[in-house]
C-alpha cells in the first residue's frame, strides 16, 4: 500500500482485547483487517507505531463504551484524534 495522508482506525474494544481494522481516505480504498491487539498502553504504543509508518494523520474511530473511555483519555494524552470512545457524556444522568 503506498502511503496515504490519512488512516481511519478503527477499533471495537473489549475488556481484554481490540480488534482493529483501517482504511486510507483514498477514494475506493480497501478495509484492512489487523486482528486484535492487546489492551495494555504498549500495545495501543506499538499499533500506533504501525500506522504512523503508514500516513501521516491517523484518526481512530471507537464506540462509546465502559470500554473505552481509558481508551479515548489515553489518545488524546498522547495528542492522538479518537471520534466516538469517551466522547459521550459520563454522567448517566445526561442520557
Not at 23 to 37: F, H, K, N, P, R
Not at 63 to 74: K, N
Request: with cysteine.
Amino acid at each position: 500500500m503506498s502511503q496515504s495522508s490519512t488512516l481511519f482506525i478503527g477499533m471495537d474494544v473489549h475488556k481484554e482485547t481490540i480488534a482493529v481494522a483501517y482504511v486510507a481516505q483514498d477514494y475506493g480504498a480497501e478495509v484492512t483487517d489487523l486482528s486484535t491487539i492487546g489492551t495494555r498502553q504498549c500495545d495501543l504504543d506499538q499499533l500506533v507505531r504501525k500506522m504512523q509508518s503508514k500516513a501521516q494523520h491517523l484518526i481512530f474511530v471507537s464506540e462509546a463504551g465502559p470500554c473505552s473511555y481509558w481508551l479515548y483519555r489515553y489518545l488524546r494524552k498522547k495528542r492522538l484524534r479518537l471520534l466516538g470512545g469517551g466522547a459521550l457524556p459520563h454522567s448517566q444522568k445526561s442520557w
